[in-house]
């Protein structure tokens, strides 16, 4: 009877830790891509506010660099 219960006692906590962890992860995960979005959104916006002459004089590959990475790196530094 002890080992049964045993069992069921470890089986019952490792689906309960199981479960917590598959919903802290995406949760976290959920957070991680709106906040994501929010900061690409924000990028974006204050590129269009950039002057036509602005735009000429840098490649475009710096403005897709900031819409990408560096939103990447800015929403990594965001605790989770």
């Known amino acids: 009877k002890q ?3 045993a069992a069921i ?10 479960l917590f962890n598959f919903l802290n ?4 995960n959920m957070f991680y891509r ?16 950039l002057e036509t002459r602005e735009i000429d ?3 475009s590959g710096i ?8 939103t990447n790196d800015i929403a990594d530094i965001l605790p989770l």
Not at 25 to 28: A, E, H, M, N, T
């Open 3 to 5: 080992l049964l219960f």
């Open 9 to 18: 006692l470890i089986t019952i906590i490792e689906i309960s830790r199981n």
């Open 25 to 28: 992860r995406r949760f976290s």
């Open 34 to 49: 709106d906040t994501l979005t929010t900061i690409q959104v924000d990028v974006a916006t204050e590129i269009l506010k």
């Open 57 to 59: 004089n840098n490649p």
């Open 63 to 70: 403005f897709i660099d900031r819409l990408k990475k560096d």
